[in-house]
């Protein structure tokens, strides 16, 4: 049994899968093709570090920083980071790895990669640097048993099959290794709960919305001296938007933890962070898996 540790149809966005695309609101809210998901995150990349850091008082940074923490790594070791986005928990990991390891953050959105990238090279030179490369996480492209530790942060609740999400970070693994999952999450206990439901599903998208009408009035995004595609603006108020939603349909602690042992995960445990709003689970590979 996985243990529980310390207290702690409105638009397409991106407008890319015409009729197949799925609502941002109603009952399949929260939940987007692959597709719609990769052109989310291509047209908010320029603005998702910023807005995270309103959005948590910048206490996300602790979060990956406890998350790297978990993936138990050495020096000399090899992490990945999957749906590394602009790769903040590979920039973490490669704190863990050095001297001598190795990290890998991948993602599917080219947009996302091109931040990591950009922060990647603000700090070549000092210490393990990440190498940030396209995968998809449903079909990660390394080999088995390749990586000391997978990690995931935020972006679980975005996979199109969360079990072959976590079945492809198990694969790469070697035995004795972790996988740990990084996850929003909804609190349960008032008067926190009263104040997240407030703040997720009023402030969030509120501060999506302002974002995006700032975005349109100071004309395209800018990134990296490319000009973003004219949809990117219209997709920052829809993300803010479905960010709620695909919390509220992402399982419970108790549940995803059952989900990490049905990938073949031992040893399971989590942690509650910030009253509740974070959840950090931790597995291990077994060490006779067949
Ligand atoms: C909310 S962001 C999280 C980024 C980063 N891990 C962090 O800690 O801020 C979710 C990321 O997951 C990526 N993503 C979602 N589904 C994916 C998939 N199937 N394969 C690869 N990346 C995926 C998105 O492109 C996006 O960059």
Partial sequence: ?????????????????????RPLAGPDAGRLEATQVRAMFDGIAGV???????MTAGL???????????ADLGPGDRALDVATGTGDLALELATHVAPGGEVIGSDFAERMLDRARVKAAARAGAGVCPRFEWGDALALPYADRAFDAATVGFGARNFDDLGRGLAEMVRVVRPGGRVVVLEITTPVRPPLSWFYELWFDRLVPLLGRVTQGA???????????HAAPSSAAATIGDAYTYLPNSVKRFPSPATLAAELERAGLEQIRYLLLAGGIVAIHAGTVPRERT
């Fill in 1 to 21: 049994m996985p243990a529980q540790q310390g207290a702690g149809a409105d638009t397409d966005p991106g407008g890319a899968n015409g009729a197949s695309a």
């Fill in 48 to 54: 998702y570090d910023a807005l995270n850091t309103a």
């Fill in 60 to 70: 996300h940074h602790r979060w990956r920083a406890r998350a790297a923490e978990l």
């Fill in 215 to 225: 975005s349109r009035a100071l004309g395209p995004l800018r990134r990296g001296g």
